[in-house]
């Protein structure tokens, strides 16, 4: 007679011990570090002097000054893109947003580089149409304002879809009933639409505001060249400074911020509290005002946008790919393709990061899917506040700045590995943990919201028809989730891609990302073939975002970014 | 094969209330038993535990002389040899009609021609043959019933739970399922435990009727006995159709109460009063009776559904071949009442 298991559970005994033990060494033990060397070095804080250098109240002066700028502009310019796409009879809803959320894809240095090459005296594009400001003016973009104002394009994207997926549940009827009740089209959106849709509003301007505190990207590019620094370049400066007290340093400024994201989400929680407004009735159809004479005009202003901050900035980053060296102009004379030709086939710094790039996303995304899997339906299974403490413990890094988490690998691996007593710091695979780490949250989501979705009697069915756990997997399970898996894999391959935020840090000779290598190219000069790279970059988001989008009616809602 | 008991079996989620509580039960082998009982009564969790989704909390299901779960441990499902109709059907979508009924088989290893050949006879069965290579969602709601059904059958299961397998389905196609499953029942000889809360469903099938409520077991008894003799107020209310009066009668005499007797309580006003159970085909219009006022008056089709009213404010409900306006007062006689 076969035994009796002591637990009724689909869940073999070994996989809660499992999901438990790869979620505290990819997240708690990093997360513990950083803790504890942030609160033992601050602590002992006489011995670093860090918080009575001017240095550091500026860099936090200009955090400060860059993120809640930047999330204006993302307020700004994401709010009234939702407002127009979700409630009018606007055109080409689908096209416009998937542009409007293309530059949120796009790495914040490539972002960096195509508006430094749109503007300024060197710009081949304005110079081939003769725009160009005279040599020697300087670039407007290296300044605390350019700075604000690209945190601002960039983020826009997360305004606008934290608005969406609160307008879009927005019931028609409820529109239509207080036209009945006898307001104007701006009364309503006055006294209806705007009320319910200030949670959204908060949320993407906290959002934005989060992503503003940790970039890395635009700063770096735009910051660096005329000495103004934020956290994360500080942080970023004081690496390659390295000196006696970098760690404790460093460290601390990561724990700065972390407290500065930290009290922008407690900002958050403190202005949504008591606006929790579940939306009662059919929420099937969304409200639709007519634009009337106006809807042409305002096409026409969207259009215009768009140019300014996706079409011009790319096509910036063309020109300047096809020039033969910095400051020469754009004409059927000059145009090449050296630069491709140089970095495709020449430089072997390049190539090299190109091959790390795709071997880091590539691991990435399929080793974390395993994962990713088994969590997930461990998650969908076992709910309680066990799942809310490992669904937490999973979302934090990838919520946490990135810098802040390079920075905790980079404490947790510069002594050599106990008991191998190997030294992972300043390999490759340093840089592969903190990947698995920081996207593990990106990978999970689609998979966790599959599982969830499906329904438990189909994996009950195969049960009782004797399939055990690894095979009701195979045959049930996955087959089932295989789209989600599928854009879970092609997220994670398009973010980690491009990253250079963690790389910057963790990156050594031979171990540079694409996004160290855009990076270095540009700080040494180089500024054609890091154009290059960055069109390749760009072609290559653009490619796997429309292959995500023809797996989108086979997927879960809310698995992509930018649709809802 | 060998009959199924439940012993005190207890489960509680930890909310405050069991969800069942202390039910015991044999099931004859071969038995088609239908588990009865309002939404929330428990039923469906009684089920799961046979199936072993949910493990029993207090209490042991043994089949024959095999243990299946006990307050220590439990058997997992896939090791039970039971079989379940879900009422989502539980239909794989990524597998065609024959894989998805095959899929027990091959599981256990079954392949090749004698795979393909049982699985040819289950689809026969429920008479889908043709359909082998659709994909469920090619199918209606009822062909994926069958299909759920043919699933259950391939492998001689020693059990076949079903969950409420016809609540998505409209009346006509219900009718046609009924049909299937007693075929079914006979021709597989399999024990059957079918949930539900429709009564009409669980009367037309099962050998025998277990009433629930609130986790507790309240009566079973083949659907015969259990409409003529329900025990208690709550399988009175629930099984048939009648109405509950609460009358002065004596507290010995036998439980079938005799027209005399009712009369004689309708005219007792003293006294402390009994729950009696009162079909509606035992109360006919007749001028030796008592006046009862006609509240409503509906056409049923094959005759008029009368509800009614006592001098007390009791409702009763009749049947009436004719029509009868609402307020007048008619004489009636109760032939016979059942004492619950």
């Known amino acids: 007679m076969p035994k009796l298991s002591a637990r009724g559970s689909s869940q073999p005994v070994w996989l809660l011990p499992l999901v438990v033990v790869v979620v505290c060494l990819l997240s708690g033990l990093p997360l513990a570090r950083l803790l504890y060397a942030g609160l033992r070095f601050s602590l002992e804080g006489k011995a670093t002097g860090l918080f009575t250098e001017p240095a550091t109240w500026a860099a936090i002066r200009n955090t400060l000054t860059t993120s809640v700028g930047g999330m204006v502009i993302s307020v700004l310019l994401g709010a009234t893109f939702a407002f127009f796409v979700t409630l009018t009879d606007f055109r080409g809803k689908g096209v416009f947003s998937f542009a409007f959320v293309l530059p949120m894809m796009i790495p914040p240095q490539?972002?960096?580089?195509?508006w430094v090459q749109m503007s300024g005296p060197a710009s081949p594009l304005l110079k081939a149409l003769g725009l160009a400001p005279p040599l020697g003016s300087p670039q407007p973009l290296y300044s605390l304002g350019g700075i604000v104002l690209l945190l601002g394009v960039q983020h826009a994207p997360l305004v606008f879809l934290a608005l969406k997926a609160g307008l879009a549940s927005l019931p028609r009827d409820g529109v239509e009933a207080a036209r009945l009740a006898g307001a104007s089209p701006s009364r309503v959106f006055r006294d209806i639409i705007l009320p319910l849709a200030v949670p959204g509003l908060i949320a993407g301007a906290a959002i934005a505001f989060v992503s503003g505190v940790g970039n890395f990207g635009i700063p770096a590019i735009l910051g660096i060249p005329a000495s103004i620094f934020v956290l994360p370049t500080l942080i970023y400066s004081r690496l390659s400074s390295f000196g006696a007290g970098t760690f404790a340093e460093m460290s601390q400024l990561s724990m700065v911020i972390a407290v500065i994201a930290g009290l922008g989400l407690t900002a958050q929680q403190w202005a949504l509290k008591g606006r929790d407004y579940r939306i009662i009735g059919l929420s099937g159809k969304n409200a639709a005002f007519s634009l009337g004479s106006f809807r042409l005009a305002a096409e026409a202003g969207f259009c215009l946008v768009l140019f300014f901050v996706l079409v011009a900035p790319l096509a910036a980053l063309?020109?300047?790919?096809?020039?033969?060296?910095?400051?020469?102009?754009?004409?059927f004379q000059t145009v090449s393709l050296d630069a491709y030709r140089e970095i495709l086939f020449r430089q072997s710094v390049t190539l090299t990061a190109f091959a790390n790039s795709l071997f880091l996303a590539g691991t990435t995304a399929c080793g974390l899917l395993l994962f990713t899997v088994l969590t997930a339906y461990l998650l969908a299974r076992r709910p309680g506040k066990l799942a809310n403490v490992i669904t937490g413990l999973i979302e934090v890094p990838y919520a946490?700045?990135?810098?802040?988490?390079?920075?905790?690998?980079?404490?947790l691996f510069a002594a050599p590995l106990p008991l191998l007593n190997v030294s992972i710091y300043g390999t490759i695979w340093i840089i592969l943990i903190a990947y698995f780490s920081s996207f593990f949250a990106v990978s999970l989501k689609p998979v966790a919201s599959a599982f969830l979705q499906l329904d438990p009697s189909l994996e009950e069915a195969a049960r009782l028809s004797g399939a055990g756990f690894s095979r009701r997997m195979r045959d049930i399970l996955v087959p089932l989730i295989a789209p989600a898996a599928g854009a879970s894999v092609i997220l994670v391959f398009l973010?980690?891609?491009?990253?250079?935020?963690?790389?910057?840090?963790?990156?050594?000779?031979?171990?540079?990302?694409?996004?160290?290598?855009?990076?270095?190219?540009?700080?040494?000069?180089?500024?054609?073939?890091?154009?290059?790279?960055?069109?390749?970059?760009?072609v290559m988001v653009i490619l796997l975002m429309l292959l995500l989008e023809m797996l989108a009616k086979h997927l879960p809602r809310g698995v992509l970014p930018w649709r809802n | 094969m060998a009959q199924l008991i439940l012993n005190h079996l207890s489960k509680d989620f930890g909310t405050g209330r069991p969800a069942v509580s202390d039910v015991s039960l044999t099931v004859r082998e071969g038995g088609f038993l239908a588990l009865l009982g309002p939404s929330g009564c428990g039923k469906t969790t009684v089920l799961r535990m046979i199936a072993g989704f949910e493990q029993p909390t207090d209490g042991s299901i043994m089949l024959g002389e095999r243990t299946l779960a006990d307050g220590s441990g439990s058997l997992p499902p896939e090791k039970r040899n039971m079989a379940m109709v879900f009422q989502s059907y539980a239909l794989w979508p990524h597998m065609t009609v024959a894989q998805n009924v095959g899929y027990p088989l091959k599981v256990r290893g079954v392949a090749g021609a004698a795979w393909e050949s049982r699985v040819r006879d289950a689809l026969a069965v429920v008479r889908l043959e043709e359909f082998a290579a659709r994909r469920p969602s090619d199918l209606s709601g009822g062909q994926r019933q069958r299909v759920a059904l043919a699933r259950c059958l391939v492998t001689s299961p020693d059990v076949v739970l079903l969950d409420e397998p016809l609540?998505?389905?409209?009346?006509?196609?219900k009718s046609a399922m009924e049909e299937t499953?007693?075929?079914?029942?006979?021709?597989?000889?399999?024990?059957?435990?079918?949930?539900?809360?429709d009564q009409g469903e669980a009367m037309a099938l099962a050998t025998d009727i277990a009433v629930m409520s609130e986790g507790r077991?309240?009566?079973?008894?083949?659907?015969?006995?259990?409409?003529?003799?329900?025990?208690?107020?709550?399988?009175?209310g629930l099984v048939g159709q009648g109405a509950i009066l609460d009358l002065a009668l004596a507290d010995h005499g036998p439980r079938l109460v005799p027209w005399p007797a009712i009369e004689a309580a309708f005219r007792q006003t003293e006294g402390p009063s009994r729950p009696m159970l009162v079909r509606p085909e035992h109360v006919v219009a007749d001028p030796q009776g008592i006046m009862l006022q006609v509240s409503s008056c509906v056409f049923e089709g094959e005759r008029f559904s009368l509800s009614l009213r006592t001098a007390g404010g009791q409702s009763l409900r009749a049947y009436s071949k004719t029509a009868m306006a609402c307020g007048v007062l008619r004489p009636f006689v109760i032939r016979q009442g059942w004492l619950l």
């Open chain 2, 217 to 236: 077991l309240m009566q079973v008894a083949p659907p015969e006995e259990i409409y003529a003799r329900p025990e208690g107020r709550i399988v009175g």
């Open chain 2, 167 to 173: 609540a998505n389905l409209d009346r006509h196609l």
């Open chain 1, 495 to 538: 973010i980690a891609c491009s990253e250079l935020t963690v790389s910057a840090l963790l990156w050594s000779a031979g171990t540079q990302t694409l996004g160290v290598a855009i990076f270095n190219l540009d700080d040494s000069g180089s500024s054609d073939l890091a154009s290059a790279l960055s069109v390749l970059v760009v």
């Open chain 2, 181 to 197: 499953f007693r075929e079914f029942h006979a021709r597989s000889g399999a024990t059957m435990i079918y949930v539900t809360h």
């Open chain 1, 318 to 331: 063309v020109a300047s790919s096809l020039v033969p060296a910095y400051g020469v102009p754009l004409n």
């Open chain 1, 400 to 411: 946490l700045p990135g810098i802040v988490l390079a920075v905790a690998f980079i404490l």
């Open chain 1, 110 to 114: 490539v972002t960096a580089l195509a």
